[in-house]
């Protein structure tokens, strides 16, 4: 069951190590971790991705085709939902190079609007010196699976501006009723939809970030509606359920 290609050995390379010295050194560790990444997706008889995006990285990269997407389990909001939202945004732990968490900040900073980030990750510190000033911008890092609903059912939206393989945080909030506010790159799509239950940016700009804000904002949304908007998404016993399905299938024992 594969989540990714190891993303930092591939096309997100310039992301992590781009800045790292000396870079003859990280070439040549990426290029022979490539090697190996190939060799050993070759020795895997059952081949599964956790989300159409990852199935299309796993051929572009390892020239395999997957024997079947299955996404992943999630658990979902079974409360009631919010139908009157507060006036701030939220974001889960965007804090690693793939996350876009620097983009989203500048955005937050540039424009103005409340925004609350849970968990945490490696650039935290970093990002809570730079935008100590910003007092539209919070901090929450790790709050409760009590708490993290409670922020997303109240919350005006969910923000997304990295690129990832599928996009729990995502799911989690529309399940509340929360519409999403995404850049239109991996498996959000697999999950959110346009004026259906978000909003994708197809450019990582300032400019283009506001066009689609106020995108977000001048729509009527529904947030019941977008409460059961929910598609390629898993109760544990169905991805138990489907895994086992596929793996028989493929005559694995089990």
């Not at 793939?98 to 955005?107: A, D, S, T, V, Y």
Request: proline share 3%; net charge positive; charged share 30%.
């Amino acid at each position: 069951y594969v989540n990714t290609p190891m993303r930092y050995i591939w096309d997100m390379y310039d992301l992590y190590f781009k800045k790292k010295f000396p870079q003859i050194f990280y070439r040549e560790v990426a290029h022979y971790l490539r090697i190996w990444d190939v060799s050993a997706s070759s020795r895997a008889d059952v081949l599964i991705a956790n989300s159409n995006f990852a199935a299309e990285r796993i051929w572009k990269y390892w020239r395999r085709k997957v024997d079947n997407v299955i996404f992943p389990p999630v658990n979902l909001y079974d409360g009631d939902i919010c139908t009157e939202k507060k006036e701030y945004f939220v974001a889960g732990a965007p804090f690693e190079p793939n996350k876009g968490g620097e983009f989203l900040l500048e955005c937050a900073k540039w424009i103005g609007f409340d925004l609350k980030i849970i968990g945490s990750g490696g650039s935290m510190k970093k990002f809570k010196k730079k935008y100590k000033d910003c007092k539209n911008i919070k901090f929450l890092s790790w709050v409760s699976e009590e708490k993290k609903y409670e922020t997303f059912s109240k919350a005006r939206g969910y923000i997304l501006m990295g690129v990832e393989e599928y996009g729990i945080f995502p799911v989690e909030a529309v399940s509340c009723g929360t519409p999403v506010l995404a850049y239109a790159q991996g498996g959000v799509l697999d999950t959110v939809r346009e004026g259906e239950n978000g909003v994708l940016l197809k450019k990582r700009t300032l400019e283009d970030f506001k066009i689609a804000y106020e995108r977000f904002l001048a729509t009527d949304w529904d947030y019941r509606e977008v409460s059961k908007s929910l598609r390629n998404v898993n109760s544990k016993e169905d991805f138990k359920k489907k895994f086992k399905e596929l793996l028989v299938e493929n005559g694995v024992d089990i």
